[in-house]
């Protein structure tokens, strides 16, 4: 089953309907300054926090990467989650995934997966900034 967010970072939302959204979709523009040392990230999911507030202290990114350990994947998506940390202030909360498990998170981790549904924002690896 392929993966399943609740919004894309590039969807039109209202801002009531996503109230993290002002400060999350300024990532795509902090990995495009990255390209080369992001070549082995797939697809991120930002898991948005439950309060209601428009500015949260922190975020959970879960990276699909190709890598072969998790450190690598943590190491490439420092330097552009460090620059998005000095710019907003919220701190980005790195969780790498194999990216074959991709396909099969819904088997795999049925929590995660539902967290996705609900509250994911799906941040594609090639995002229109």
């Known amino acids: 089953m392929p993966l399943y967010t609740r919004y894309r970072i590039t969807d039109q939302i209202a801002a009531e309907d996503l109230r993290a959204l002002p400060v999350l979709s300024e990532i795509p523009y902090f990995l495009r300054h990255h390209q080369t040392r992001l070549r082995y990230i797939d697809d991120m999911v930002a898991i948005v926090s ?4 428009s500015h949260p202290a922190f975020v959970r990114l879960n990276a699909f990467h190709t890598h072969q350990t998790p450190y690598a994947a943590i190491d490439a998506l420092a330097p552009p989650l460090a620059e998005f940390f000095m710019r907003t202030e919220v701190l980005p909360i790195l969780d790498p995934i194999f990216a074959r498990f991709k396909e099969r998170i819904e088997e795999l981790s049925p929590r995660l997966y539902r967290q996705f549904a609900d509250r ?3 941040i ?6």
Not at 50 to 53: G, I, L, Q
Not at 124 to 129: L, S, W
């Open 120 to 122: 994911g924002i799906l």
């Open 124 to 129: 594609p690896k090639e995002t229109e900034v």
């Open 50 to 53: 439950n309060r209601a507030h």
